[in-house]
C-alpha cells in the first residue's frame, strides 16, 4: 500500500470525475491521501474532501504566491482549522521566487508567520520552495523550524540544501519529475536520502510522471513515482511502498 503525501483533490481539473479519481487510486493500492489547501477558496475544499473520506487527510496553509492578500484573520482561521483531527500539518507554505506574485518581503513575512503558528500548535510544515533555497533554509533556520520538522515538497535542490533540512528533521518527497530521463539532480539526491527520510508524492493533477508527461496527473499513478523510487534506491517495490508508508504514517501521525 501506497501513501501520497500530496495532492490537490480539490483543484478544478478533477470537477469531471473526482470520485472516479480517487476510486482509481484505492485500486491501485493508494491507501492514504494526505491533500492540502493553500489559500481561502481551497482551504474549506480540503477540509471537505477529508471530512467525506476517512483515507484522505488534510494540510492547510497559506502559499507563497498568495501570500500578499493573506490577512490576520486568515492566519486565525489556519490556527482554529488545526484542532480538527483530520488537518495533520500546516502548508504548503514557503517562498516562490519564480512567479514571484507575491512581493518577497511579504512571502518571508508569511512564511515566518506560519512556521511560529506551527511551533504553536505543534503541527509538521509542508514546504513549498520555487528557486528560493537559501531564504527557505535560513528562515527555516532561524524561526527554529526543527521543533516541528516537516517536508520539503515536491524536492528540486542539491545534496546540499536537503541535508540542512534534514538536519532540521525535514523529510525529502519527492514527485514524477524523478521519472523524467534528464532528472538527474533529484535523482542523485534521492539516492542519498535516508531511507528513514524519504517520502512520495504526486502533486497532482501537476508534475505528472512518466508515461504519462504532458496529461492530467492523478493520485493513482504514485505507483510510478515508487517505482522510480526503487530503481533508484535498488530496492523493490514492495520495501519502497513500507518504508515510504511508515515514514508518512510517523511524519503525519496518522
Not at 481551497?42 to 477540509?47: A, G, K, Q, S
Not at 490576520?72 to 489556519?78: K, S, V, Y
Not at 514571484?100 to 511551533?119: G, M, N, Y
Request: overall charge negative.
Amino acid at each position: 500500500m501506497l501513501i501520497d503525501t500530496h495532492v490537490h483533490l480539490n483543484a478544478e481539473q478533477f470537477n469531471e470525475d473526482r470520485e472516479q479519481v480517487i476510486e482509481r487510486a484505492k485500486s491501485n493500492g493508494v491507501s492514504t491521501m494526505i491533500n492540502v489547501g493553500f489559500n481561502r477558496e481551497t482551504i474549506p475544499e480540503t477540509m471537505q474532501l477529508a471530512e467525506k473520506y476517512d483515507f484522505i487527510y488534510a494540510v492547510v496553509g497559506w502559499h507563497p504566491t498568495d501570500a500578499i492578500h493573506m490577512t490576520p484573520e486568515d492566519l486565525g482561521w489556519i490556527e482554529s482549522l488545526c484542532s480538527h483531527d483530520k488537518v495533520v500539518a500546516i502548508g504548503e507554505i514557503g517562498l516562490d521566487y519564480y512567479w514571484d506574485t507575491s512581493p518577497k518581503d511579504i512571502q518571508q513575512k508569511v512564511f515566518r508567520e506560519q512556521i511560529r503558528l506551527a511551533r504553536k500548535v505543534k503541527k509538521p510544515i509542508v514546504i513549498h520552495n520555487r528557486d528560493a533555497h537559501q531564504d527557505v533554509v535560513d528562515i527555516l533556520t532561524e524561526e527554529n523550524a526543527a521543533e516541528v520538522g516537516g517536508v520539503m515538497h515536491c524536492y528540486s535542490g542539491s545534496w546540499e540544501i536537503a541535508k540542512k533540512c534534514l538536519d532540521m528533521n525535514f523529510y525529502i518527497s519527492f514527485g514524477g519529475p524523478i521519472t523524467f530521463k534528464n532528472a538527474k539532480q533529484p535523482k542523485e539526491v534521492l539516492k542519498k536520502v535516508p531511507l528513514d527520510r524519504l517520502l512520495i508524492e504526486t502533486d497532482c493533477p501537476y508534475l505528472t510522471p512518466h508515461p504519462f508527461r504532458g496529461k492530467r496527473n492523478e493520485t493513482a499513478y504514485v505507483k510510478y513515482v515508487a517505482e522510480a523510487a526503487a530503481e533508484i534506491k535498488e530496492m523493490s517495490l514492495e520495501e519502497i511502498a513500507q518504508v515510504t508508508t511508515n515514514n508518512a504514517k510517523i511524519c503525519f501521525q496518522i
